[in-house]
């Protein structure tokens, strides 16, 4: 069973920072591209950050660059972490860790095959 669980959201200020983190269970995510999304109330879910397989590419949407990190702990199971920094309202969303089959990063939804639960991330401004 493959299970991804995120943590770490909360409601925090702009200009905050916070970590996500997701841990993963069920196999070794070591070889496999990950990812960060997120999806604001009445919004399609969006592409924020991907790592490769090896760990050794990342990707993000323009609107976090520079202020988002997408790392990872590879062991046995693998656990995925987004630095989140100068945070804004626009950043307020539910943020959920994607696994996929692949070792190639991708930003559309459709190809990641397992998500976890999620976790919300508020913005005051």
């Known amino acids: 069973q493959v299970q991804l669980v995120e943590s770490g959201g909360g409601l925090v200020q702009a200009g905050d920072s916070l970590r996500l983190t997701c841990t993963t269970s069920?196999?070794?995510?070591?070889?496999?591209?990950m990812g960060w999304f997120r999806q604001a109330p009445g919004k399609e879910r969006e592409f924020v950050a991907g790592m490769s397989g090896g760990g050794s590419l990342t990707d993000y949407a323009t609107s976090v660059k520079g202020r988002f990190t997408i790392s990872r702990e590879s062991s046995y199971n693998t656990i995925l972490y987004l630095q989140m920094n100068d945070l804004k309202p626009e950043d307020t969303a539910v943020y959920y860790c994607?696994?996929?089959?692949?070792?190639?990063?991708?930003?559309?939804?459709?190809?990641?095959?397992?998500w976890g639960q999620g976790t919300q991330v508020t913005v005051s401004s």
């Open positions: 994607a696994g996929r089959q692949g070792t190639l990063i991708e930003t559309q939804t459709q190809k990641y095959a397992y």
């Open positions: 069920g196999r070794a995510y070591n070889g496999a591209a």
